[in-house]
């Protein structure tokens, strides 16, 4: 997601350092609202809520205890809260995740821990998760 060039709705968009970004280093901590029109890098805490127009990247090891909306997100440290994407959000193996997703496009590497609801929608617009989905279990069998 975060490479020189990125697949975005069908055409090619660049994103490269001096673009509208914003760090979060490793010893920074944010407590309160954290709004952004350009892409975020967390590499350390923030409490509260994220939002951004852009893309968010949350490197392992940062801690994020807030709601997050993004345009699209790679997540490879920990959030406990609900996270809102527009379009693509991506699980490393080292994500850990307590809260509910929606996104319309989700991908979860083995390893990735995610305690919460997900909805993945490919519509325009994602819309906020009202209701969980039901699940039920398979029958028992008899022998």
Known sequence: MFNKEEKRSGGMTKIGQGENETIIGQSVKVDGDFVSEGNVWVQGIVNGSLKTRGDLRVENGSK??????????LVSGQIKGNITIQNNLELTASA??????????????????LNGHCSVSLGDKVAAASEPALVQRPAKEKA
């Open 64 to 73: 994020i205890k807030a709601d997050v909306e993004a345009a699209n997100a």
């Open 96 to 113: 850990v995740i307590e809260g509910d997703i929606v996104a319309k496009v989700l991908s979860i590497e083995p390893g990735a821990i």
